[in-house]
């Protein structure tokens, strides 16, 4: 059973919608992820929180905005996306030390209609 | 500039029939190599990890190997229940950079 969750599974928005996924890690982990994944790709790196402070930003576009309210939650607000952001949404997280051991939760399905 | 490469790009075997995966990878100063396997739809499950080339990692019939350009992770008698997509990864600025992983197709 994985120690990471993330919320919704599945997600159909409009273009002109605002959602937010969410995840939650129950692993005492310092540092969290977010990854864009689509079909037959590997995981994409968007954005990293090292104690709850954003330290990487992988040039991702505005519409994507996260926020790290506490050391186990982690939110993706997402705002006028567009079709080609139709995507699997990872979040992971790790010990802020080693962050090459990440753990993964499973994923939101993110349809932009 | 880093990169990680797998081969072959898709793997189908029979049930029992042994083989290896590959990961070639260009990393200055390498902190580890990471093995994940991925079903559909879902998040990658951690396998491995390997710090120094001539490390080995078992687990059930996965066998993973490191030397200074690559990887091998080794399927011994797969089963049906082995089908999933494996990625490998490498450490780069404390965070994982990810190759195109192998689809691994194993049939009854």
């Known amino acids: 059973d994985t120690e990471v969750t993330q919320t919704p599974k599945h997600l159909v928005m409009g273009m002109t919608n605002k959602k937010s996924l969410k995840c939650e890690q129950h692993?005492?982990?310092?540092?969290m992820y977010w990854y864009k994944q689509k079909a037959k790709k590997p995981p994409e790196l968007m954005f990293v929180y090292s104690y709850e402070k954003l330290s990487i930003n992988e040039s991702v576009p505005s519409r994507f905005s996260p926020e790290c309210p506490n050391s186990s939650l982690l939110n993706l607000h997402l705002h006028a996306l567009q079709p080609e952001d139709s995507a699997l949404y990872l979040c992971a997280s790790s010990h802020e030390s080693r962050g090459y051991e990440q753990y993964f939760g499973p994923g939101t399905r993110l349809t932009v209609t | 500039e880093d990169q990680v490469t797998q081969s072959p790009e898709a793997l189908r075997l029979q049930e029992g029939e042994s083989s290896s995966l590959n990961c070639s990878y260009t990393?200055?100063?390498?902190?580890?190599l990471f093995w994940y396997r991925q079903d559909p739809g879902k998040g990658p499950e951690f396998l491995f990890t390997l710090y120094s080339a001539g490390e080995e990692k078992e687990k059930e019939r996965l066998k993973a190997t490191l030397t200074k350009k690559e990887s091998f992770l080794h399927i011994t008698a797969p089963k049906p229940e082995d089908s999933a997509t494996y990625l490998c990864?490498?450490?780069?600025?404390?965070?994982?950079?990810f190759g195109t992983g192998t689809r691994l197709t194993v049939i009854p």
């Open positions: 990393v200055s100063g390498l902190r580890g």
């Open positions: 692993m005492g982990h310092r540092a």
């Open positions: 990864a490498v450490s780069r600025a404390n965070n994982l950079f």
